[in-house]
């Protein structure tokens, strides 16, 4: 317990020694958290990255404090700003090892269901594939760490609720498919944000044309 309080006491004077410093890390950090959000970023990407920098800058800059000891306050300030950096850039490359998010291939589709009309089909497999098919395209930032595993964990999370490729053999989730499209509640508004994926931000004429489809196609709404 002492020595927790110690670590503890430790890391408050650093705080305010460096105020520069811990500002920056704190808007790095808020900064972060909002597009996390924005993205729905995978909840340990939202907390574990943030705290893995502060721990490697915090290592870094006692490390260089040790080597350092009658450097000015300036210099002291600009060493904290530069560990917290090295940290950042170093837990990003390390991170990169990690396997999960990294194998875009696909299942091998079972059959899909007999769509009503080729305009549905189209609309869905643009707006809606991506995550709930066997079909996924991959897009090039998802071979980046944290990203690639965020991109994964919503593939692997929509698939699991529903999964287009799979309904000759698993009809989960479709009971639900058109109320979740005419509330607007999927395609989810992190898919398309930024800018991305513009093909899946539908109108209302595509969200009226492909409700009326759904409901036509045999196993799904009125078709069922």
Known sequence: MDRLKRMIGSVWAAV?????ATGLFVLGGLLWLVFSLMIDMF??????LPVLVAAVAWGLHR???RRAD????TRVGVMAVVSAAVAAVVVMVVIQAIPYGRNHTNPTPTGEPQWANTATRDIIVAACYDCHSDNTK???????APISWTVQH???EGRGKLNFSEFATNKRGFDDVI???RNG???PGYFTAFGMHPEAKLTKQQVATVIAGLEQTPGIGHGG
């Not at 305010?16 to 520069?20: F, N, S």
């Not at 909840?43 to 574990?48: D, L, Q, T």
Request: no cysteine.
């Open 185 to 187: 509640s999927m395609p």
């Open 63 to 65: 490390w260089w404090r």
């Open 43 to 48: 909840a340990p990407a939202i907390v574990g």
């Open 16 to 20: 305010l020694a460096h105020k520069v």
């Open 179 to 181: 109320e979740v499209i």
């Open 70 to 73: 009658d450097a000015s306050g």
């Open 138 to 144: 991959y897009p090039t930032y998802a071979s980046i």
């Open 154 to 156: 919503h593939i692997d």
